[in-house]
């Protein structure tokens, strides 16, 4: 079975200007989480996904967004981008929205990696 | 808002040599525990999880951790490490807010493991 997917794998992109990174869960899962991973520091939750509804947000500027489709893929777009946003961008899927508190698990993609120039 | 702290940031070991790395959280409630490994060039993989019953727990690969609820802690421990555990762990709590999926993680431990 498929993993989780994310695209584009790299991007570049200068100051100022828009992104939209896209994941794909694994077959039959109904959410999705989105995290940022900045060098040497462990990830950080931005939103999570399910069933089209936003059912959580980080602690992240309203620059960044997130939509979830009918088949449960989900886009993450950042406006205006800092030289700060450049980071490893995790996207991962599970079954639920709030099933992790009963022990399910996040499976996690390869993640793009942003270069803000 | 719950945290979690790792405190060891790299670890060098020789093959064959016991682990522990440390993991501590902040939140008085109700959590979820969660151990991750990141190989080089892999994605995130879940090791072991706790989120109810037994405190110790084993997950893949020969590796355990035991929650200590009285500490907030949740250890990582392996008997005898070989060169393939050389990776990235991450120590994650989740609290039952039943409100969404959202992990806190720590900031990583980077092991290496020497021949």
């Known amino acids: 079975d498929a993993g989780v997917t994310q695209s584009p794998t790299h991007l570049i992109k200068t100051r100022g200007q828009q992104v939209t990174l896209r994941c794909s869960p694994i077959s039959g899962h109904k959410s999705v989480s989105w995290y940022q991973q900045v060098l040497g520091q462990g990830p950080q939750f931005i939103f999570q996904?399910?069933?089209?509804?936003?059912?959580g947000r980080g602690n992240f500027p309203d620059r960044f967004s997130a939509r979830q489709f009918p088949n449960y893929s989900s886009e993450l777009n950042v406006n205006a981008l800092l030289l700060g946003d450049s980071a490893l961008y995790l996207c991962a899927s599970s079954p639920s929205g709030t099933g992790i508190s009963l022990g399910e698990t996040q499976y996690f993609g390869p993640g793009t990696r942003l270069l803000v120039l | 808002a719950q945290s979690v702290s790792q405190h060891n940031h790299h670890v060098i070991l020789s093959e064959a040599a016991s682990l522990e790395l440390g993991c501590n959280y902040s939140y008085g409630g109700t959590v979820n525990l969660f151990w991750y490994v990141q190989y080089p060039g892999q994605h995130l993989q879940l090791l072991l999880k706790y989120f109810s019953g037994d405190p110790l727990v084993k997950g893949i690969k020969g590796f355990e951790a035991e929650f200590i609820k009285s500490k907030f802690s949740f250890n990582l421990r392996k008997p005898s490490v070989q060169w393939s555990d050389t990776a990235e762990y991450f120590c994650a709590v989740t609290i039952l807010t039943g409100g969404g999926n959202k992990l806190t993680f720590g900031t990583g431990t980077q092991l290496k493991v020497e021949l």
């Open positions: 996904y399910y069933e089209k509804e936003e059912r």
